[in-house]
């Protein structure tokens, strides 16, 4: 009986007519085990995942190897996405065991969950290779099996330990860790290491607020370097915008297709970040295209953003996205065709399968002549109208509390940005315009949606489908992403309720993740016991959750003046920072908070009847330093402590200034406020 029919998660849904007994993961599958006393096969993954569908196909849809599996095992399907407190613990166990991680991820454990042997993707032969081996040893070398998987439990409770050594995240520290990074970056191609290459988003946003504070301008070269090159490569979507998870090649030519919300949430704050310090065209160009691929194919109407799309498209990698020139020719006419295979660098050979290409840029555009860059992008119409007739990739439309935390934080970033910058005269001021509007409205829906829905008696969920939210229970990331997303939007808006409920998240944090020494738990203290409890402190292909809450707790600090939650955010920092100067690419994000508390951060809040539209506002938000909170509204405005006894100067809107609680005189000129924010 397989029982996945009923799931929330795409990925287990992917699975519900497999002739595998699949359970979801629950107390009663273990029990099974238990009753049956057989080990468990855990198999881990997620929607958009490409070798979880070839392993699928290849194993969990054969009748023969579904029985076996029926035979020997209870088998329990994870969605990764939706728990990611039991991806993390079997994913170190797999680690520790083979010395590598990804997904699929395949464990066998005994039925009270602890793991004695892990791997990844098998192919067909192998795996059934393996499951017979499993069984048998389970059958006749029970102790050796129980033995393997004692030690592989005292290995995972090693790596997820907390109370280790801490020192403070200062200056020296962080010099240290954008001079590492300097030294390990890819002069040639951008980015950091060879093949596959991931984009870089926490460590750029690092090295962004580096600069700001210190003038480094290697740390800006490295960012501006590398965002050139991502958004020139195959890696971004040459036509719909978007970025793909990340490039087989060292060079940002091929992509593995899938396009993941975090991905392109963390992206779009780096190149608006860009934009806003340099007013860098491609920087601008790429942040809004980002924003309307996030409003446009990832928003679900009334609710939030979907978590990805899928890398295949009918079974193939690719298949929705690369071109031959014949096919440029076929849809563009022979003279456009040549242009845009000249300029997508399209060649008989290929740059992909088969001798299609994934387009890329060949030189830069934006600083074209304008018929040129009109040219440019009557083409992209046309070539992205004929790519719409072709299948499309499946979309994992669950909601993910934290993701959508970082895409919500990242729009309204973009919003102040582009509002700074906005200009009746520029060329596509129109687009600009329609991109802030959507981005804007499925911000908002995005916002309400984890605070009416995810938000479950004081407690968040982790996801929601189709508007009804799930039983796994937020884990610490949730809390740190959505708090500093709802800090966000209070500083757009000017709304205390998002305030209001950041707070509310944190306090809980505090109270329910805690861990000895300033440290955090990735689990809550109330939530289900799994082998081990993970307290994963660097930053992936996410924010940590620890680094995810220091976010939070910080800007919250700086928006209310109350240190308990600035002290508890150094607390935290310090047992993250002995691992910055020695590995800044795993810490990216912590080293970006580290850098807004040594910048202050500041705290600055205009008072005026004008908040859309006054320079004060717009010099404000464009020279704010790294980390600094801004809000602007009336004085004494409802739920906004930075306004509280704050007035007009003589009539006349002002700046308040503060840095680190300390705060200097009111100013009432652009020239001043700058000035001041020098």
């Known amino acids: 009986m397989n029982r996945l029919a009923d799931a929330t998660s795409p990925y287990l849904l992917q699975h519900a007519d497999n002739p595998v007994d699949w359970w979801p993961w629950s ?46 095992f209870v088998s329990i399907k994870v969605d990764r996405e939706e728990r990611p407190d039991v991806d993390a613990v079997y994913m170190t166990a797999t680690q520790a065991m083979t010395g590598q991680g990804g997904w699929p991820m395949t464990v066998f454990a005994t039925p009270d969950g602890t793991p004695f042997f892990c791997g990844t993707y098998f192919p067909r032969p192998n795996f059934v290779q393996l499951l017979q081996s499993v069984a048998t040893a389970w059958r006749e070398q029970r102790e050796a099996v129980l033995g393997q998987g004692a030690a592989v439990v005292e290995a995972i409770g090693g790596a997820q330990a907390v109370g280790g050594p801490t020192a403070p995240l200062d200056g020296p520290l962080l010099d240290a860790a954008a001079a590492k990074l300097a030294s390990e970056y890819d002069a040639t191609n951008g980015g950091f290491g060879g093949a596959p290459k991931f984009p870089p988003h926490m460590n750029l946003l690092f090295l962004l607020r580096h600069h700001q504070r210190t003038g480094d301008s290697g740390s800006l070269e490295i960012t501006r370097h590398t965002a050139e090159a991502m958004a020139r490569g ?68 009334g609710q939030g953003f979907a978590s990805a799309l899928d890398a295949d498209t009918e079974g193939v990698e690719g298949l929705t996205y690369a071109w031959t020139p014949a096919q440029l020719v076929e849809a563009l006419g022979e003279e456009d065709g040549r242009f845009a295979a000249d300029l997508f660098t399209v060649t008989d050979e290929g740059t992909f399968e088969h001798s299609m290409s994934v387009l890329k840029l060949a030189r ?59 200009s009746p005269q520029d060329s596509d001021a129109n687009l600009m315009d329609g991109v802030t509007i959507v981005a804007d409205g499925a911000m908002r829906q995005a916002a309400e949606h984890l605070a009416t829905v995810h938000l479950v008696d004081g407690r968040l969920r982790r996801v929601s489908r189709d508007g009804k939210v799930g039983e796994p229970a937020g884990v610490l990331e949730d809390y740190g992403c959505v708090a500093e997303a709802f800090c966000a939007l209070h500083q757009l808006t000017g709304e205390g309720r998002w305030l209001t409920l950041a707070g509310e998240l944190l306090d809980t944090a505090l109270a329910h993740f805690a861990a000895p020494g300033g440290a955090f738990y990735d689990t809550a203290d109330d939530a289900e016991r799994l082998v081990a409890r993970p307290a ?17 707790l910080v800007a919250y600090s700086a928006l209310t003046g109350e240190t308990r939650y600035r002290e508890a955010a150094e607390a935290a920092l310090g047992t993250v920072a002995p691992i910055v100067g020695k590995h800044p690419r795993f810490t990216g994000y912590a080293a970006m908070v580290g850098e807004a508390l040594l910048s202050g951060p500041y705290e600055i809040a205009v008072v005026t009847d004008d908040p859309a539209g006054d320079p004060l506002v717009a010099a404000a938000r464009r020279h704010a330093p790294p980390g600094a909170v801004v809000v602007a509204g009336r004085p004494d405005q409802p739920g906004v402590p930075l306004l509280a006894d704050r007035p007009l100067v003589e009539g006349r809107s002002a700046a308040y200034v503060c840095r680190g609680f300390v705060c200097q005189r009111p100013v009432t000129s652009v020239e001043d406020l700058v000035a001041e924010l020098g």
């Open 364 to 422: 830069d555009v934006d600083d074209a002549a304008p018929e040129v860059r009109a040219r440019w992008q009557q083409v992209v119409g046309r070539l992205l109208a004929a790519r719409d007739t072709r299948p499309q990739p499946a979309l994992d439309d669950k909601v993910v509390a934290a993701w959508n935390g970082l895409a919500i934080t990242a729009i309204a970033e973009f919003q102040q940005v582009a509002a700074v910058y906005a």
């Open 536 to 552: 994963d402190p660097t930053d992936n292909a996410t924010p940590s959750g620890r680094s995810a809450l220091i976010a939070g």
């Open 234 to 301: 195959g890696i971004y979507d040459q036509l719909a915008g978007g970025f793909a998870r990340y490039s087989v090649d060292a060079h940002w030519t091929v992509p593995h297709f899938e396009k993941m919300l975090y991905d392109n949430a963390l992206l779009l704050r780096v190149y608006t970040q860009l934009w806003r310090l340099t007013g860098d065209p491609l920087a601008r160009r790429v942040a809004r295209d980002t924003a309307r691929f996030l409003a446009d194919e990832l928003h679900r109407p």
């Open 27 to 72: 107390d009663e599958a273990f029990a099974e085990a238990k009753r049956r006393d057989v080990p468990v096969l855990i198999s881990v993954g997620y929607a958009a995942c490409h070798w979880c569908h070839v392993m699928a196909h290849e194993s969990f849809e054969n009748a023969q190897v579904g029985a076996l599996m029926n035979d020997n």
